[in-house]
């Protein structure tokens, strides 16, 4: 007998607890940080079989598929039940990453394109990194305009989303600043994970007037420091064709193991 599968807007999130722990327990490797605020802003949906729910789905505003998830004793219908939900929705693109197994096994059926998106990098031995005379401060309440502009300015963001981005980071003390004067170097983030306590999530934004000077490698180092002294695992994600991000990464010894995937669906 043919069985029927709902697919539901969850408003409340604690609706999927239970099944984000077990996804969560699912992942060969942690998510990346990035990823998880992304995904934390998209629309679930609750996946019901006969009035129980056995998975969910996340969608962002461009409705990409960030993420499918399929508990282990509905799996052997996970092929159905994705087909079924991509096409309600409409749903041409998504991303993957490579250590979410239950997602790629079963998107794998319908790619027409996939490529690497993005590099996940886990810290895999210590280096020795050049000190810089400048000294790195913890970015206060204050600071919050000057480091909007900046991040603006060097990665082209909206400075809606960055408020609300770099304003988390502050509240949490986890961006710090590299400046030169009144003028603004780069900044780094060290992002506890609030899904895998023991890792934290790393990152550095240089400005386009300091780059190809050792500041991206100095002020991720500095990240990577900051991490271990919290007893943090440090991880971090570059995109592909970030050369210069992807070079420091590896400068302060750093491994990709894992990739995001951007695919395409027949």
Known sequence: MKKNYKFN????????????NNWLDSLTSPQDGMW?????????????????????????????????????????????????????????????????????????????????????????YEVNVEEKEEILKECQEEDIERIVNFCHYSMGAPKGWLKVYIGGLIEKKEIFSLEDGDKIIGTCEIRKSTTAPEFADIGMVVSPDYRRKGYGTYLLNKAKTIALEWEKIPICSCEKDNFGSIKAISNCGFVSMYQLLSISFK
């Not at 807007?9 to 984000?20: C, G, H, P, V, Y």
């Open 9 to 20: 807007k969850i408003i409340n999130i604690d609706e999927l607890a239970i099944l984000k």
């Open 36 to 124: 998880e605020f992304f995904r934390n802003s998209a629309m679930n949906w609750g996946i019901v079989c006969d009035e129980e729910m056995i998975g969910y789905a996340s969608i962002d505003e461009e409705n990409q598929l960030l993420q499918f998830y399929i508990s282990p004793k509905y799996l052997s219908k996970g092929e159905v039940i994705f087909k079924e939900f991509i096409d309600k929705m409409k749903i041409e693109t998504g991303i993957v990453g490579t250590n979410n197994l239950v997602y790629l096994s079963i998107a794998l059926n319908f790619v027409k394109v996939l490529n690497v998106s993005t590099y996940l990098f886990r810290n895999t």
